[in-house]
């Protein structure tokens, strides 16, 4: 109970938080150790050929969805993200946009050589182009997870009412149409994109209760 005000104090990070966090981080550890020792993991080529094969997505419209992430577009998406935080959270709520971006897509920039994952191969499965650098992590996913999937996140956080639930549906179902273009372009595997959605999850809520949406 606070003393000055009478209410009651609760607690930024609650001990299921931490577990949770802790569990994901393991998880990611896991997962990267993976990612560095073979070129793609056991379930990634049968699902990316039926992505490729099922999904009826146009290249340009894989090639559009693709320069959003790409900058300097991905600072008009960091711009908006911001205003949509400060809509749903406040103030916090859009500074946060900050260190969750930039951590992420800094970290996914330092991470990517040293596993050192090679792009698919156009042996394997249909590649657009010549797609530079290595597969993993998703740059493309921690750029997208930084943006609609903060929004998502905070929204299902800081608001309750049933329309606001439609938000992080929304969020949810851009982050699969980002990484159905990726696949579609033959840029990354299924568990590039996943893997990067993961990692964003765990940072988000690393630091989404400094945003006040979630003190539980």
């Given at each position: 109970m606070d003393r000055a005000t009478g209410q009651p104090v609760t607690r930024m990070y609650s001990l299921a938080r931490v577990l949770l966090l802790v569990a994901l981080a393991i998880g990611i550890a896991l997962l990267i150790v993976a990612?560095?020792?073979?070129?793609?993991?056991?379930?990634?080529?049968?699902?990316?050929?039926?992505?490729?094969?099922?999904?009826p997505m146009p290249v340009d419209m894989a090639t559009w969805i693709t320069a959003t992430a790409d900058k300097p577009w991905y600072l008009v998406l960091l711009t908006l993200t911001a205003i949509i935080a400060c809509?749903?959270?406040?103030?916090?709520?859009?500074?946060?946009v900050i260190p969750i971006f930039f951590g992420l897509l800094f970290f996914g920039i330092w991470l990517s050589p040293h596993v050192a994952q090679p792009r698919p191969s156009p042996e394997l499965i249909k590649v657009i182009g010549r797609p530079k650098g290595y597969a993993f992590p998703s740059i493309f996913g921690l750029v997208y997870a930084a943006t609609f999937g903060y929004i998502?996140?905070?929204?299902?956080?800081?608001?309750?009412s049933a329309p606001a639930f439609l938000i992080p549906i929304l969020a949810a179902a851009v982050l699969i149409l980002g990484a159905c273009a990726r696949i579609v372009l033959g840029a990354h595997w299924p568990s590039d994109l996943w893997?990067?959605?993961?990692?964003?999850?765990?940072?988000?809520?690393v630091?989404?209760?400094?945003?006040?949406?979630?003190?539980?």
């Open positions: 990612a560095s020792r073979q070129p793609y993991f056991p379930s990634d080529l049968a699902v990316a050929r039926a992505v490729q094969s099922l999904v809509v749903i959270g406040g103030w916090r709520a859009a500074l946060l998502g996140l905070l929204a299902a956080a800081r608001l309750h893997v990067a959605y993961l990692i964003s999850f765990f940072w988000i809520e630091l989404i209760p400094l945003s006040g949406s979630d003190t539980v």
